[in-house]
């Protein structure tokens, strides 16, 4: 089992940045590819970005790229997801996930992955 949890969300305006963060625990974190979800109220839950276990591949939704940046730190077993020039519509509950991967791919789907956080909320204002 992987326990992660999200933290850095919260209520910022148009143009800024946050940082979310997501904790692994239970498992060897250098062996899961990960990724970031998000869900907008009253929509279903969209793929943001993932990177594969090393951190040297990444892949970014159209709706962030170049906005957002992810990242990973195996050795604190962390994956960092850094919003920048944040719109309104990036508001929604941020939720990583992960999954068992020795391959070194990365996953947009979200049937890829096996565990899920529990998410953390970001709202952007207008």
């Known amino acids: 089992q992987v326990q992660l949890v999200e933290s850095g969300g919260g209520l910022v305006q148009a143009g800024a940045s946050l940082r979310l963060s997501c904790a692994a625990s239970?498992?060897?974190?250098?062996?899961?590819?990960m990724g970031w979800f998000r869900q907008a109220p009253g929509k279903e839950r969209e793929f943001v970005v993932a990177i594969s276990r090393s951190g040297g591949s990444a892949y970014y939704a159209d709706s962030v790229k170049g906005r957002f940046t992810i990242s990973r730190d195996n050795a604190k077993n962390t994956v960092y997801l850094q919003m920048n020039s944040l719109k309104p519509e990036d508001t929604a509950v941020y939720y990583c996930?992960?999954?068992?991967?020795?391959?070194?791919?990365?996953?947009?789907?979200?049937?890829?992955?096996?565990?899920w956080g529990r998410g953390t909320q970001v709202t952007v204002s207008s």
């Open positions: 996930a992960a999954r068992f991967d020795l391959s070194g791919r990365y996953y947009s789907s979200m049937s890829s992955y096996n565990y």
């Open positions: 239970g498992r060897t974190f250098s062996d899961y590819a």
